[in-house]
Nanobody, 123 residues
Framework: QAQPEESGGGSVQAGGSLRLFCRAT????????LGWYRQVPGKMREMVAT???????EYADFVRGRFTISSDNPRNEVVLQMTRLEPEDTASYSC?????????????????WGRGTLVTVTS
């Protein structure tokens, strides 16, 4: 099954910026939203930011105005601009493509996840 593909991770000093890119598969019959999640070893994956196809955005409280999510629906791309990064932001960041596909019983909800891109913030 096709997966979204992330890029743009890397290492940056605290206070710096990074921009993460995700190319969604575009294979869903109806895409509902794109988003970014992050995970560190030993902890649950947590939502960072999401954006619906209508442009509604949601951010985690810890973003505190530092990150901005944007999307280009015709190009199946979603971007996470991260500024004022903190060591606590160190994690693997994964792209989510959520929507619906056809199924024998009608439509089925589907979530496609990328493999993740590592962000390391040093103090």
């Amino acid at each position: 099954q096709a997966q979204p593909e992330e890029s743009g991770g890397g290492s940056v000093q605290a206070g710096g910026s990074l921009r993460l890119f995700c190319r969604a598969t575009g294979t869903l019959f109806r895409r509902v939203k794109l988003g970014w999640y992050r995970q560190v070893p030993g902890k649950m994956r947590e939502m960072v930011a999401t954006i619906t196809t209508r442009g509604s955005q949601e951010y985690a409280d810890f973003v505190r105005g530092r990150f901005t999510i944007s999307s280009d629906n015709p190009r199946n791309e979603v971007v996470l601009q991260m500024t004022r990064l903190e060591p606590e932001d160190t994690a693997s960041y994964s792209c989510l493509e959520a929507g619906q596909v056809f199924s024998p019983t009608g439509y089925a909800d589907v979530e496609l996840w990328g493999r993740g891109t590592l962000v390391t913030v040093t103090s």
